[in-house]
């Protein structure tokens, strides 16, 4: 059974920084990365990296965000720096395995002005 645990959301002053965990269990994982959704907006991409370590981002973090993770222990981060308050909103991590997609249970990060 594919589980996917978050951590490390919480309120932050902008300028401030945050780090994201997601732990995945129950099987091998090739694309993983990060969601986010603001209130009354769509889910939308925030970083993806493959087993290999290549990595996408979203315009509107680039620069600011690194995305990493620990193929020995399925974990997948995200190191958020100069948080701005439309960075506010429920994180989702995402883990690929066999063309399927797991999900995390979604942390919410709010950053204040």
């Known amino acids: 059974q594919v589980q996917l645990v978050e951590s490390g959301g919480g309120l932050v002053q902008a300028g401030g920084s945050l780090r994201l965990s997601c732990a995945a269990s129950?099987?091998?994982?090739?694309?993983m990365g990060w969601y986010r959704q603001a209130p009354g907006k769509q889910r939308e991409l925030v970083a993806a990296?493959?087993?290999?370590?290549?990595?996408n981002y979203a315009d509107s973090v680039k620069g600011r965000f690194t995305i990493s993770r620990d193929n020995a222990k399925n974990t997948v981060y995200l190191q958020m720096n100069s948080l701005k308050p439309e960075d506010t909103a429920v994180y989702y991590c995402?883990?690929?395995?066999?063309?399927?997609?797991?999900w995390g249970q979604g942390t919410q990060v709010t950053v204040s002005s």
């Open positions: 990296i493959t087993r290999g370590g290549n990595t």
């Open positions: 129950g099987s091998i994982f090739s694309l």
């Open positions: 995402y883990a690929d395995s066999y063309g399927r997609r797991h």
